[in-house]
């Protein structure tokens, strides 16, 4: 599995799959993967190639009395999870 860490990179590797007539599958994710994302990936999985899970934790998806700073970053166990599923790219960018 690959790590993608910049857009510019990202869009190199959807532009790649277009060039090839492939779907590319993207998976959407704040990390803390568990079964919901992971039979996500499945489906998508099943349906294109190559599949990119994204793990990005968004400050602005919080709300005033929600903490960001506590949200759970399980960036090597989601890797893990991600590899054993045999998922072609993970797009983690940093977050500016």
Aim: net charge negative; aromatic share 8%; glycine share 6%.
């Amino acid at each position: 599995m690959e790590t993608i860490h910049t857009v510019a990179w990202m869009k190199q590797v959807t532009a790649e799959a277009r060039k090839n007539d492939r779907v590319l599958g993207f998976v959407p994710t704040m990390g803390a993967l568990h079964e919901g994302h992971l039979s996500l990936i499945r489906a998508a999985q099943k349906q294109c190639s190559p599949v990119v899970v994204s793990i990005f934790v968004n400050s602005k998806q919080f709300g005033p009395t929600e903490d960001f700073q506590k949200y759970p970053r399980t960036l090597e166990a989601d890797r893990a999870a991600l590899e054993s599923l045999g998922v072609d790219y993970l797009f983690a960018p940093p977050p500016e």
